[in-house]
């Protein structure tokens, strides 16, 4: 990216371009070292300075100012709109609810799937049977911080003799589960009257852990 600036103020930004080199009567030429002092202002390099933004914001306004050599721009960050930041908020608890109803129940030991599938199986079935789940196991997995934290992993899958019906109201009340924290937090979102407020909502709290697969010892 390069910026002509003639005393304080861009006349041009963007690339080596043809329209530039005729600017700044170089056609023709390759791009020079920057900066470079030409008859109608002084090429430089820019940098952008990206806001962290935060949560339901989006990049803003931009304002630029010549620091050393180099034409600098900030970029400011800017909230979304109150329905915007809701239909945001929205979305996400839709995903987080999926993800977590879908993602698998332990029961007595033995991970079940709870896709969408699985939960209708499930449902049909009723007192002892043979069915295909997973081994668990506790592993310390470690966090980004260097500690370990010991968490049930999904193992190999096998047969089992199962309890039917255990599984199948254990399953029932994982999925009301998920459903219920996604209301919570949707009368929450929904209640909020600025996207300050909505930024103060935990959506990540409060929902069941979805167990990881086993990474190995």
Not at 36 to 62: C, F, M, N, W
Not at 81 to 109: M, P
Not at 152 to 158: D, F, I, L, Q, T
Request: hydrophobic share 45%; charged share 20%.
């Amino acid at each position: 990216m390069i910026a002509l600036e003639n005393d304080g103020n861009v006349t041009y930004q963007g690339s080596w371009t043809r329209r530039l080199q005729e600017m700044t009567g170089l056609v023709g030429n390759a791009q020079p070292p920057l900066p470079h002092a030409t008859s109608v202002g002084t090429l430089r390099a820019v940098e952008i300075i990206k806001p962290s933004l935060q949560a339901y914001q989006r990049d803003g306004a931009e304002s630029g100012e010549l620091a050393g050599d180099v034409w600098k721009i900030t970029v400011a960050a800017k909230d979304l709109s109150l329905q915007q930041a809701t239909a945001q908020a929205l979305s996400e608890i839709a995903a987080t609810r999926y993800a977590v109803e879908t993602g698998g129940v332990i029961v007595s030991g033995k991970f079940f799937s709870t896709d969408r599938d699985s939960q209708a199986a499930i449902a049909r079935s009723s007192g002892s049977v043979a069915w295909k789940c997973c081994a668990t196991v506790t592993r310390d997995i470690k966090q980004l911080d260097g500690s370990t934290v010991s968490t049930v992993c999904v193992g190999a899958a096998e047969f089992v003799n199962t309890d039917m019906d255990a599984v199948k109201a254990a399953v029932t009340a994982h999925v009301s589960d998920a459903y219920a924290r996604e209301a919570e937090l949707m009368a929450a979102i929904n209640a909020a009257d600025s996207v300050a407020a909505l930024r103060a909502i935990d959506l990540t709290a409060g929902w069941a852990s979805v167990p990881p697969p086993d990474p190995g010892s």
